[in-house]
């Protein structure tokens, strides 16, 4: 692999959502101290990463993907000590930590966005991408008009308070002069004003960046050619100044994140990846009524992972705060099985914090803070069976989210001693991962079929290792197996004179 950060090639990653998490000065919002105090427990489920979501100065209309101030920690989540206290710890552990870089937008409430609409001309004026007149709206992305003092509509990349902001334009339109050429001072300007935001961070301790919307920096660029272009020169900077640094894109295409010098690019719900055939549709292939399908996610994956062979890695996540939780279409034995595909896939899996344990997406919220249908995903996270489920000590009413309230709601400490949960099967399934080569990121993969069971086999070297994983209820026969089986989930399986029998709802691994 050319481009490659060592710590990837056995990193089990572990995302948290800030806000949610553990709240240790009981204002009802989870913080950075939060965090650290449970390093311990996530180094014990066995991961060994962590990516946090955006936890830089905000008002939060995009729970923090909003970013008032690239370079302080926001105050309702402590101060950047603790961020860099959090960092030592992590590596105390032989922990990493990657932050949430948001290059695209800002708020409307960021200095260089305040200066930029301002009408005498200073050092931000083309940091954001403005037209020229208040009547012409830059087309095809939405704008923020009518708050400036400066005469022009300003481009926003997502919701409507997130103005973009100004790499250039790939074709730029030579009749619109404000389209700038991405080498025009401008766009160059924001790309080292990036670079500058990635230095302090790193320099602070951090392990790199899952980067938000990292395909949508420069405009006009149809085949990404110029964000890909962009993207390399920050590569070359990262190779200078922090080789060691991740970078994970949110990008959804790994054959172009992975040539702009990403390590690591996530399959998602969004795009032509079939990701949520698998987990998230009426006949999930992971339920065991076996009537769906992976077979379009597996020629897609195919697809990509011929494209992007020896260039990086694709990674895919348990779920995230932008979708349903995993547990929304699939009970406890199905999601076992879930975990054993997803921690026996190449790239660096990624859990999403409580999806661990199963938790709940919670029905009927209003949205907060910009999370839509969305915040059902966000609640706060469950560890145990005191107030609110060890979250917090503030009032119920002062908590982010509204928790799962409902009476055998899962939680952490009771997981954790208990032998059967969920909990205990993706610590057993991290465990089998780190102590075989050939099932982490850099083992290959060669799909042997991809209906009920989906069939695989992971090589490192000398070892192969078989994933039969069988999600039906049906039970499954797989001729042509040779080898011990070296774990399953549940339920029994054998293996006779070459044949593998498997219990229905059983995922096997053979070597
Ligand atoms: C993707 C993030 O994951 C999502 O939460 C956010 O709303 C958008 N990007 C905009 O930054
Ligand atoms: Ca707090």
Redesign the pocket.
Known sequence: MSNCVSWLDNAVFYEIYPQSFNDTNADGIGDINGITEKLDYIKELGCNAIWI?PCFKSPFG??G??VEDYYTVAPRYGTNEDLANLFKKAHKRDMHVILDL?P??TSVNHEWFRQSMKSERNEFTDRYVWTDSIWEEPQGMGCIRGISERDGSCAV???SH?PALNYGFYKPDPDKKWQQPMDAPGPMATREAMKDVMRFWLGMGCDGFRV??AGSLVKHDEDSKGTIALWQDVRKFLDAEFPNAAMVS?WGEPDKSLIGGFHMDFLLHFGPSHYNDLFRCDEPYFSKRGKGSAKEFIAAYKANYAKTDGKGLICIPSG???MGRLSVCLDTDEMKVAFAFLLSMPGAPFIYYGDEIGMRYVEGLASVE?GYG?TGSRSPMQWDKSVNAGFSTAPKDKLYIKQDESPDRPDAESQSADESSLRSEIKRLIALRMSKPALQSKGRIEFVSDGYPLVYKRTAGEQTVTAVINPSAEKAVVNGIGGKIIYTTGGNAEIKDGTLYADGCTAVFVE
């Open positions: 979501n995009d729970a993907y909003d948001v695209g937008h990349n997502f919701f997130q938000d919307m949110e995230n705060h932008d910009g969305r």
